[in-house]
């Protein structure tokens, strides 16, 4: 029944190797978020994708970076992770109204640890 | 700039006690929406009432009630009786109208005590 599923729930990756999250979506939204929140902190926007339209945030940095090969997935890749970055990474999905009254609807996050 | 205050981190109580949160923003925007979001333990961000601003009636839905004050930019959330279940971090949010950022407070982590 989970509509928004991240994969894996728990990543483990070394100081510089590249990672990626991954995140499918069932509910057919056009919307998709990408989350960082860092321990006993407020989730932090990264970027969105609006159908194939990558938004990023101003001060998203540069080692972070998305992809969204089809309506249902979409990708969080990290080049070069550094020990700042251990966090939960929640992937969000909205239908995308103009209006902007949508409520979010967020998977159960990928809790990343940097060695 | 938009920004969401919770100024309350913590928050213990015994189970069945009526707790309150409280939500303090700023925007510049006319119209917009105020979201809350529930955390619990599991991690995901489970969608809790939402509320728009021209809509100043407040509601109750179940155990759950909120007051929206636009002359004090407040958007307080009320658990009433509480239960060990709602034991979470509570997150206030805001959007603007055909935005897509919402913009969280940092949080009130409730714990109920059995």
């Known amino acids: 029944d989970a509509m928004v599923i991240q994969n894996p729930r728990y990543q483990v990756t070394q100081f510089g190797k590249p990672v990626t999250l991954s995140c499918s979506q069932t509910?057919?939204?056009?919307?998709m978020y990408w989350y960082q929140q860092k321990s006993s902190q407020a989730p932090k926007l990264l970027f969105h994708?609006?159908?194939?339209?990558?938004?990023n945030e101003a001060d998203t940095p540069d080692n972070f970076q998305s992809r969204r090969p089809n309506t249902s997935f979409c990708f969080l890749d990290i080049r070069s992770p550094g020990l700042g970055d251990a966090a939960m990474y929640l992937c969000?999905?909205?239908?995308?109204?103009?209006?902007?009254?949508?409520?979010?609807?967020f998977g159960s996050g990928t809790q990343l640890s940097v060695l | 700039a938009q920004k969401v205050t919770q100024a309350q981190t913590e928050i213990s109580v015994v189970e069945k006690e009526d707790v309150t949160l409280d939500c303090v923003y700023e925007?510049?925007?006319?119209?917009?929406?105020l979201f809350w979001y529930k955390q619990p333990p599991s991690g995901e961000l489970v969608f809790l009432i939402r509320?728009?601003?021209?809509?100043?009636q407040n509601e109750i839905s179940g155990r759950y009630s909120w007051n929206f004050q636009k002359s004090t930019s407040s958007f307080n959330f009320t658990i009433t009786a509480s239960q060990v279940v709602d034991s979470a971090v509570y997150f206030c949010?805001?959007?603007?109208?055909?935005?897509?950022?919402?913009?969280f407070g940092g949080g009130t982590r409730v714990l109920v005590k059995p």
């Open positions: 994708y609006y159908d194939k339209d990558f938004n």
């Open positions: 925007t510049r925007d006319t119209t917009y929406y």
């Open positions: 509320r728009n601003s021209f809509d100043e």
């Open positions: 509910l057919n939204h056009n919307v």
């Open positions: 949010a805001l959007i603007k109208a055909a935005g897509n950022k919402l913009t």
């Open positions: 969000a999905t909205s239908r995308g109204r103009t209006n902007g009254d949508e409520k979010l609807f």
